[in-house]
């Protein structure tokens, strides 16, 4: 069976839909890595591509070169939410956004999601997140 998520979703949700396949023990797998997933902290990484230091790639054509397109690559493999544009760059914060929502990811840790803290990618479920 070859399905693909398309939306991020409620660990409850996941196991039922897991339980759908024929082989329970990869379905497992699967569950018990995305509860890792859903309970860790949401990085700037996961909405748009960061250099290893975290921060956003510049990447334009007239920059590219092979190793820069090979680290950009790299970043943007690592990217899992879709449709996430930056808006605001700044030293101390940064905020992302896709149509009307709005991400901001501050300096010293704290996460907003349209003014709702967040803490972990499990927070996040209720707003039904399109994945790439």
């Not at 998520?5 to 082989?23: A, F, G, H, P, R």
């Not at 939410?81 to 101390?92: K, L, Q, R, T, V």
Request: net charge negative; glycine share 4%; proline share 2%.
């Amino acid at each position: 069976m070859n399905k693909t998520m398309k939306t991020l979703i409620k660990m409850e949700d996941y196991v039922l839909w897991q339980n759908e396949s024929d082989d329970k023990q990869v379905s497992m797998y699967f569950c018990i890595e995305y509860a890792k997933l859903l309970k860790s902290k949401p990085t700037l990484g996961q909405f748009v591509p960061t250099d290893d230091e975290g921060n956003v790639f510049k990447y334009t054509s007239e920059t590219g070169h092979n190793a820069y397109d090979r680290e950009y690559q790299t970043a943007l493999d690592k990217v899992i939410f879709d449709g996430w544009s930056i808006e605001s760059n700044e030293e101390y914060f940064k905020v992302l956004s896709q149509q009307e929502n709005r991400l901001t990811f501050f300096k010293r840790g704290s996460i907003y999601f349209n003014g709702i803290y967040i803490n972990t990618i499990s927070d996040l479920t209720q707003f039904n997140l399109k994945l790439k």
